[in-house]
C-alpha cells in the first residue's frame, strides 16, 4: 500500500540550530513527494514538493531532496528561527490528486 | 496563488445536532474537493472525495449517512455531520486541486474548521 512514515515529535531546538526531519514512504507508483507546513490554529501550507527522484524542493531556507533509493525526502534546514515553530507533514501524492499524509512532526524553536 | 476558504473556522454544537462545513474554491473553479479529518496530535485522514454533479466517494470507514457530502457548485462542497457526536469532535480540512497545465495540478487547502461537539 502507500504511506507515508516520518520522524516523531515533538523537536525542540535553539534558535540557529540545524533541523532535520526524517520522511521514508512506500508508494505502487511513482509519487510526488510533499512537506506541508501547519501553524497554530491553521491549515496546511505547501512548503515544498519533489516531482521526481533526486529533484530537490526549496523553499525559505528548507530542502528536501527525493531520494528513490532509500525512499525517503527528509526535511533540513540549516539555521531555524523561531518563526519556524510548526508542524511539519510529509505527504506523497499519486495520481488522481490523493494525498497520503506522515502523523507530523511538532517543532518548537526557542530563542 | 490560488485560496481555498473554509466556513465557519470554529463551531460548537450540541450532541444529536447537525453541522454544515462549507469549503470554497475563491479564484478557480474544481471540480473535485477532498475532506481530510485530523484528529489532535495526529495526520490527516483522508474522509472523502467531493464530486462536482456526481455523488461522492467516500474511504473505506466513513459512514457516508453520517457526513453528508454535496458539491454544489463549481467552487463549493459542503459537509454536514449528521446527529453529532462528541467523538465528531475534530478537525475538518478540505482541499482542492487547481489545474495549472496539462495534467498539472497544485493542490491548495482550506484553514479547517474546528467541530467541538458538547
Known amino acids: 500500500g502507500n504511506s507515508v512514515t516520518q520522524m516523531e515529535g515533538p523537536v525542540t531546538l535553539s534558535e540557529e540550530a540545524f533541523l532535520t526531519i526524517n520522511c521514508t514512504y512506500t508508494?505502487?507508483?511513482?509519487?510526488?513527494l510533499f512537506w506541508y507546513v501547519q501553524y497554530p490554529g491553521e491549515g496546511l501550507q505547501l512548503l515544498l514538493k519533489?516531482?521526481?527522484?533526486?529533484d530537490k524542493g526549496s523553499n525559505k531556507g528548507f530542502e528536501a531532496t527525493y531520494r528513490k533509493e532509500t525512499t525517503s525526502f527528509h526535511l533540513e534546514k540549516g539555521s531555524v528561527q523561531v518563526s519556524d515553530s510548526a508542524v511539519y507533514f510529509c505527504?506523497?501524492?499519486?495520481?488522481?490528486?490523493?494525498?497520503?499524509f506522515g502523523t507530523g512532526t511538532s517543532l518548537t524553536v526557542i530563542p | 496563488g490560488a485560496v481555498v476558504s473554509q466556513h465557519p473556522s470554529r463551531v460548537i454544537c450540541k450532541s444529536g445536532t447537525s453541522v454544515k462545513i462549507e469549503c470554497r474554491s475563491l479564484?478557480?473553479?474544481?471540480?473535485?474537493m477532498f475532506w481530510y479529518r485530523q484528529f489532535p496530535k495526529q495526520s490527516l485522514m483522508l474522509m472523502a472525495t467531493?464530486?462536482?454533479?456526481?455523488?461522492?466517494?467516500?474511504e473505506q470507514g466513513v459512514e457516508k449517512d453520517k457526513f453528508l457530502i454535496n458539491h454544489a457548485s463549481l467552487t463549493l462542497s459542503t459537509l454536514t455531520v449528521t446527529s453529532a457526536h462528541p467523538e465528531d469532535s475534530s478537525f475538518y480540512i478540505c482541499?482542492?486541486?487547481?489545474?495549472?497545465?496539462?495534467?498539472?495540478?497544485?493542490?491548495?487547502f482550506g484553514p479547517g474548521t474546528r467541530l467541538t461537539v458538547t
Open positions: 479564484d478557480f473553479q474544481a471540480t473535485t
Open positions: 467531493s464530486n462536482e454533479g456526481s455523488k461522492a466517494t467516500y
Open positions: 482541499s482542492a486541486p487547481d489545474r495549472l497545465a496539462g495534467d498539472l495540478y497544485e493542490q491548495y
Open positions: 508508494a505502487t507508483g511513482y509519487p510526488s
Open positions: 519533489a516531482t521526481k527522484a533526486d
Open positions: 505527504a506523497l501524492r499519486l495520481t488522481g490528486n490523493q494525498f497520503y
